[in-house]
C-alpha cells in the first residue's frame, strides 16, 4: 500500500491535533447525522476551499466542487446528473437554508469557455452550459481586454447558476415560500477578497 506524502502527513497531524481536540464532535456527527444550514457551489479549483475561506468546521458546509462552479439547469434525461443530485440532497433531505454559488479569480473553467482551443472532451460541453452569458459579454465589450473579460465572465456566470438553480422546481418553491435563499460570491486569490452578489446582481466587497 502506498499512500502520497502529502496525505499521510496531512491525516496523522489531522489526528494528533484537530481530531483530539474535536473528538466529541465527530463522534456527534456520527451518531447525529449531518444537518448543515448552507450548501456552497464551488470550484473544484484547489486555490479554493470553502471550508477554509469561510472558517467553516465539520458539519457546517454542504459543499459540491466542479469545474467553473456551475449549476446546471434542470433536466429530466438519462444522464449523469451530480452537481443535480447534490443539490436535491441538500434543499430535499437536509433541508438547508441557503446556497451559495462560489465563484473566484483566475478560474481555468471560464477561461476555456472563453478560449478559442479545445478545451477537452468532457470540459468543452460542460463550460458550453454559460455560452450564451460569454458571447454576450464578449459582444458587449469590444475591445476589453483578456483579464477583463476573464472576471466579467466569472461574475456573470455567477448569476447565470442562480438563475439555473431556479429552473428546479423544488428549489422555487422552497425560495418562493421564504425556506431557501440564493447567494452569490466571488473569491479573490491573490488578495484574498471575498465579494457578495447584491440582489441587483452587483457584487460588495466584504470587510
Not at 462560489?102 to 478560449?115: E, N, T
Request: proline share 5%; with cysteine; glycine share 10%.
Amino acid at each position: 500500500m502506498t499512500i502520497p506524502d502529502l496525505l499521510l502527513d496531512g491525516y496523522r497531524q489531522f489526528r494528533e491535533e484537530h481530531l483530539a481536540e474535536q473528538a466529541a464532535l465527530y463522534r456527534n456527527l456520527s451518531k447525529m447525522g449531518q444537518s448543515p444550514s448552507v450548501m456552497m457551489i464551488a470550484c473544484a479549483d484547489s486555490r479554493v476551499d470553502p471550508a477554509t475561506i469561510f472558517n467553516a468546521g465539520p458539519g457546517q458546509l454542504f459543499v459540491v466542487r466542479n469545474v467553473a462552479n456551475l449549476a446546471p439547469p434542470f433536466e429530466e434525461n438519462g444522464g449523469y446528473h451530480g452537481t443535480s443530485a447534490a443539490i436535491e440532497f441538500a434543499v430535499e433531505n437536509l433541508g438547508v437554508q441557503d446556497i451559495v454559488i462560489m465563484g473566484h479569480g483566475q478560474c481555468g473553467g471560464i477561461a476555456a469557455s472563453l478560449s478559442s482551443r479545445p478545451a477537452g472532451k468532457f470540459i468543452a460541453p460542460w463550460v458550453d452550459m454559460i455560452s450564451g452569458t460569454r458571447d454576450a459579454i464578449v459582444r458587449d465589450n469590444p475591445g476589453a481586454d483578456s483579464a477583463t473579460l476573464q472576471q466579467t465572465l466569472e461574475l456573470a456566470a455567477i448569476g447565470h447558476s442562480l438563475q439555473n438553480l431556479l429552473s428546479f422546481p423544488f428549489i422555487k418553491a422552497a425560495v418562493d415560500t421564504g425556506r431557501l435563499r440564493l447567494h452569490g460570491s466571488w473569491f479573490a486569490i491573490a488578495s484574498g477578497e471575498l465579494r457578495w452578489r447584491s440582489p441587483d446582481g452587483k457584487f460588495q466587497k466584504i470587510v
